[in-house]
């Protein structure tokens, strides 16, 4: 009777451990799977050292790192980590709340991109010491059409509170700055008769200051009389004005990377706002907001349409892109002939 119910028993136990194998299997392929699917960044890394000892697909296409190159590494010795400090809070937090929620930390891929990710990560035990999986998503694009939306608000604000030019200006450059480098910019206004070129705001590192002078082929000329925004290097915009006629070379040399965008189209006046970096990348942001202000001047003789008589049309909404740089040439030419 006792043999009996002992292999009974016995029987029991092998009947659950099987089942425990198979749900331990189960549970295992469905992580497996999951992992290798997860379009999200996923890493699994020991606690001990921080070592990789898995990264899937998506890992390794964000970071630019094979999977034989990150595994054995820790995130640290891929360099993944723009600031260490956020590495260091990071793991501080792993190991006093065991796991980490909603942590935003900038990532550097292999290219050198910067990528801002927010960060979800849980202790797990894989026959072994116990290792850190680690969820990364990429939300690059909504922080940054956040940060647009906030700077649009913020120049709004300035705008509807009234107060002279100049410190409207300098609000913009601030907001500006704010979402890209931009140490050097400038507003640019073409007078009522298209005869001349002025700056009511100029910053820039090497160049003191810019007089007013006569609308000719120039940056600030192809983006008042294109009305549309323009990112370009500093030989991007060389060849881009040179091959629209004659053009010399102003200011430093260097890579300079250069932003602008059209001002304001409505009632035919012309604005335009400038920023640059002569060492990094820069993006472009305009506000049509910013340039309502403008657009009048404290006296009311702001900005007019025309460069010249035949260029009065030069930036209106119904006139043709091609038919606005074909006025603009014309413009150019006449004003080098000595024409009006």
Partial sequence: MATDAASAELARVQEALRLSE?????????FEKSFEANP???????????????????FVRGSGYSREEALG??????????RPEQRNDFLAKMQAE???RDYVADFRAKSGEVRTMLL?????HIDGPPCMVTVAIDITERQRREQVQAATYEISQAVLAGGDLCALFKEMHRIVGGLMPARNFYIA???PDGSELSFPF?????????????????????????AEPLLATADELVQLLAARGFYREAGPAGGATAGGAAADRREGDRGESRWQDYENSAGVYGGGQAAADVRGGPDGGGGAPAVCGGCAAAGGAAVSRDLRETRWKDCIRRRRTGGS
Avoid: C
């Fill in 22 to 30: 198979a749900s331990r299997r189960e549970s295992q392929t469905f």
């Fill in 40 to 58: 999200a960044f996923m890493t699994i890394a020991r606690i001990s050292d921080g070592k990789l000892i898995e990264v899937n697909p998506a």
């Fill in 73 to 82: 590494r820790s995130t640290l010795e891929l360099n993944l980590w723009v």
């Fill in 98 to 100: 065991g796991r980490v």
């Fill in 120 to 124: 979800n990560a849980d202790v797990i």
């Fill in 189 to 191: 206004l073409l007078s």
């Fill in 202 to 226: 100029f910053v820039d590192e090497h160049v003191p200051s810019a007089p007013p002078r006569k609308p000719g082929n120039g940056f600030s000329e192809y983006v008042l009389f294109t």
